[in-house]
Nanobody, 129 residues
Framework: QVQLVESGGGLVQPGGSLRLSCAAS????????VGWLRQAPGKEREGVSC????????VYTDSVKGRFTISRDNTKNTVYLDMNSLKPEDTAVYSC??????????????????????WGQGTLVTVSS
């Protein structure tokens, strides 16, 4: 079964940190670009970050630059999103995807060696005191 499963979300105070994981099963994640999207309550979905296949080039939306870091561990077939200095406006459901059409639509131009459309169910991040 081909799927992506996100984990690591939760409640954190402003200024805190979280690490989100996007674990793949049924396929080898390193051959594909992976992006993180988020959707806050009452707002439209937006692109957060992506990492390319191969050399692992990265892209970040302006609002998270310098605070978030995307990385991949090919031995664990997993992509991570390390989030630091979290703000209340980072509150959202975060999901990962390999769908190149979604990545392009949400302004995440990361190159991918292969083509596969997989999208996880999401994990909730709440930043609040």
């Amino acid at each position: 079964q081909v799927q992506l499963v996100e984990s690591g979300g939760g409640l954190v105070q402003p200024g805190g940190s979280l690490r989100l994981s996007c674990a793949a099963s049924g396929f080898t994640l390193e051959h594909y670009a992976v992006g993180w999207l988020r959707q806050a309550p009452g707002k439209e979905r937006e692109g957060v970050s992506c990492i390319s296949s191969g050399v692992g080039s990265t892209v970040y939306t302006d609002s998270v630059k310098g605070r978030f870091t995307i990385s991949r561990d090919n031995t664990k077939n997993t992509v991570y999103l390390d989030m630091n200095s979290l703000k209340p406006e980072d509150t959202a459901v975060y999901s990962c995807t390999t769908n190149p059409h979604l990545l392009e639509h949400f302004g995440l131009p990361c190159a991918s060696a292969g083509y596969i459309e997989v999208w996880g169910q999401g994990t909730l991040v709440t930043v609040s005191s």
